[in-house]
């Protein structure tokens, strides 16, 4: 779009018209409408009445505007990534104005891209929900570069909500876009580590780690290791691997306290040592580590966060294993208050609820029909695993030895699938 048009669309876009435009500028109307219709060229100075007039000063107009303005919201990028919110927060306004007055398709998909990790930092669901809803309109003129961070980023959000199988997808098919043009930063592969490992897939998983490890060499970013680190020992716990898993973890922990963001990362690590040591059945201590985390949980979020309440799970299934009933119903009514009746969360608060009570119809109906479908559809082969387990077992208690074989199949079929790195996305 050449100059005169843009002054045009930005002035309708502002709703000014043209008269109330020529009065502040104190000239004649015809004048704005010649400059306006490209009959008469706008020199410097008028330009820079136009823009100090309509208060548009910062939007960026010219080629080098354009890429200066890019480079600015990349460093907003990198606030968000950084959790710097005060800072980030403060220049947000500004840049919503800019990129929507820019009229560069441009640099409104890429403030969108980065705008739905700020809106999810700040617990602003229904604007992150609107960002993504407009990334979904652009998808099909994307252009590859953006097309790989629109997937990065609906990967990372299906991964955030549980649904590793869509995630997975997502993410696989950026890593496809990436290998022609090799600009995806570590992260990618993080993620795509994280959702296999969180599906079972650990061996699959720790060789996406050592992929996102060489990328952040190889660009110099160093910011991820921690997080590496982490869903390396997952993979290790997931393997048995129980001695080595506490000695990365112990190893975060050190790192952990000198960061600026000490409690959150304090609270992700010893939430993963307690789930180390659950796997090893030393409840107390497992209790003891989601004990530390509830706390670094609080201290860092000012509501109840995902976080604090995927803890909670965890902590509620250490207490029943270690035969405390009692304090493990009163975390799980206390999970399922928090997330509400919607989410991913509710429904495992709910199967755990239910496998209390298996001679009870209605819970062995919700456990078979909605958490185990639910499972199934969304990737989350450990959970199918483990609640395979928990209905063979009942069912051999009670003498219904076909639903026992059924269940205990199904277990054998997806350990199988895990164990042998058949990623299953049907």
């Known amino acids: 779009m050449e100059l005169h048009a843009k002054i045009k669309a930005i002035r309708e876009l502002l709703d000014v018209s043209q008269k109330v435009l020529s009065i502040e500028m104190k000239v004649n109307p015809s004048f704005i409408s010649k400059l306006e219709s490209g009959s008469k060229p706008i020199s410097s100075e008028t330009l820079k009445k136009i823009r100090k007039t309509l208060n548009i000063e ?156 060489k990328r952040s060499e190889e660009i110099g970013e160093k910011s991820l290791e921690m997080h590496y680190s982490i869903n390396e020992a997952l993979c290790c716990k997931n393997t048995g691997r129980y001695d080595e898993a506490l000695r990365i973890l112990s190893g975060c922990l050190r790192y952990g306290k000198s960061k600026a963001d000490s409690g959150l990362l304090e609270g992700i690590v010893n939430h993963n040592i307690g789930c180390v040591y659950l796997k090893q059945k030393e409840y107390a201590v497992a209790i003891e580590y989601f004990e530390k985390a509830s706390q670094s949980f609080k201290k860092s979020f000012k509501k109840e966060s995902e976080s604090f309440i995927n803890n909670l799970y965890f902590k509620a299934i250490a207490l029943l294993s270690d035969n405390r009933i009692d304090e493990g119903m009163r975390c799980i009514e206390e999970g399922l208050s928090t997330v509400g009746k919607h989410g991913f969360l509710n429904i495992l608060f709910n199967a755990l609820k239910c496998s209390l009570s298996l001679c009870n119809d209605s819970s062995l109906e919700y456990i078979e029909r909605i958490a185990m479908t639910k499972f199934l559809k969304t990737g989350r082969y450990l959970e199918v695993i483990e609640y395979s387990d928990i209905l063979t077992c009942h069912y051999r208690s009670i003498k219904k030895y076909k639903q026992a074989l059924k269940f205990s199949e199904m277990s054998q079929k997806y350990y199988k699938i895990i164990t042998e790195g058949e990623i299953c996305l049907d």
Not at 138 to 157: A, E, V
Not at 173 to 188: P, Y
Not at 192 to 211: D, P, Q, V
């Open 58 to 213: 910062d939007v960026p107009l010219s080629d080098d505007e354009i890429q200066e303005f890019m480079t600015k919201l990349q460093s907003w990028r990198d606030l968000i990534n950084d959790r710097r919110l005060g800072e980030a927060i403060e220049i947000q306004p500004k840049l919503a104005r800019c990129s929507e007055l820019s009229l560069n398709s441009e640099i409104q998909v890429l403030y969108t891209l980065y705008s739905v990790g700020y809106f999810r930092s700040i617990g602003d669901t229904a604007s992150s929900e609107n960002a993504i809803l407009f990334l979904d309109s652009m998808q099909d003129s994307l252009s590859p570069s953006y097309l790989l961070g629109y997937l990065i980023l609906k990967g990372n959000d299906a991964l955030n909500n549980g649904d590793y199988k869509i995630a997975l997808k997502d993410l696989l098919a950026a890593e496809k876009i990436n290998m022609n043009l090799n600009i995806a930063h570590g992260g990618l592969f993080f993620s795509i580590a994280a959702c296999l490992s969180s599906m079972g897939y650990s061996y699959k998983a720790e060789e996406y780690i050592k992929k996102a490890r």
